[in-house]
């Protein structure tokens, strides 16, 4: 091969991972537009982490966490891609702010988890399961931490509020998660090899 040839081919695969992360980055603050607001939490059900989550499984570690970085980057600055389509570093001081970052921790932990898509190698389905699994959890470590200290509340009113009305919704994100990014991920390493 010549270096003409191989640099293409660099070029190429930089360029397909800018798009492939800035697509996953716009269809986590398309999440924003399934915003479920709750009477008794201030946390609202959302799509975001499903689509957070998928960024990690199809695209790897450092990809998916990438995009989500440029999601939570243009939240930051204002963009109007947080949950009922707000925006402004005050997020992330809020009760909301650790499970933005959570997201963050969730795609690359499923990433690792799933490793990174490659042409020909189909990835065990217990792997897909558990980094999905793995993935949501981790969304809920930060999560929690930062929602108990902005609240208040004991650990038992934590989870009543935080977690465990969420439980069903992310066990069927989980679920729709572990059955898309399988044929997600096989495109995906088609398109990069």
Known sequence: MSDNSISASGRRRRI??????????????????????LPFSPVPIVLQNLFALLSGLVLGPALGSAAVAVYLAAGAIGAPVF????????????????????YFFAAAGAG????????????PHWRIILAAAA????????????????????WAGTLIAGFLPFLPGDIVKAAAAVLISPRLRKLTADIFD
């Open 16 to 37: 397909l991972g800018i798009t492939l992360t800035a697509l996953f980055a716009a269809l986590i603050a398309a999440g924003t537009f399934i915003s479920i607001p």
């Open 112 to 123: 690792l988890i799933a490793g990174r898509p490659r042409a020909g190698i189909k990835t």
């Open 83 to 102: 949950a009922g389509a707000s925006g402004g570093f005050v997020h992330f001081l809020g009760p909301t702010g650790g499970f933005l970052c959570g």
């Open 135 to 154: 993935g949501f959890l981790i969304v809920y470590v930060p999560g929690l931490i930062r929602f108990r200290a902005v609240t208040s509340l004991s």
